[in-house]
């Protein structure tokens, strides 16, 4: 882009508001980039973003969490739907920042035959009426997946998704056309060890962010031995 070249105004802010927010997730510490680092796919990139450090700064939390609730302020919401313990601290400060004052509510993640699902504790399903409008709230956006199940689960319920609010997304993400507003949208690209351009400079590898997941499943949790 040259410097002269003229931008749509709207663009324009987007491109500002979504450079401070980036800047905001790099003084968690969250945002890693200009690095060598392996997936979990085994595919190799050069940005990451740390999700458990995403909402550990409360004050950035609530402020990101209020633009999200500017973004929707103009439609009516009943509740906010997450899932995860970082979509659930967001979930929090976007619905504290809402002028419907929805109530909070979340979903627990788990596998039903073999298949991913996440599902709502009775005592929120007790909440939820059928019509309810219900804003989604996810903190990092990759495939889409826990999105889509969190869909599922509200149209199930007979309610309404009116919107999707997030801090990060992939912007390749399909979400059925759905309103998605995501403080930061970004593709970076991602490369087969046999293509990516850093192994062939020579950059070592960071495989740090594949062996916390790892050391993160709770199948390799280390009992306290008995004395
Ligand atoms: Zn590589």
Redesign the pocket.
Known sequence: MSAGARKDPAAVETEVREKIHLEILKRTGAYHAND?ILLPSGQ?TSEYIEKTLVTTEPSFTEGLGAVIAKHFAQWPVDMVLSTGPGALILSHCVARAHPSRPIVVYGAKGLSGGKRRVSLPVEFQRLTRRGAKVLLVEDLVSTGSTLNLLINLVEQLGAIVVGIGCLWRRTSVDLDNRPVFSLVSRDFPT?D?DT?P??KKG?P?NEEFVRRRHARRPSSVQEPKEA
């Open positions: 060598h190799h490369y060890p990516c850093f192994c950059v590898l």
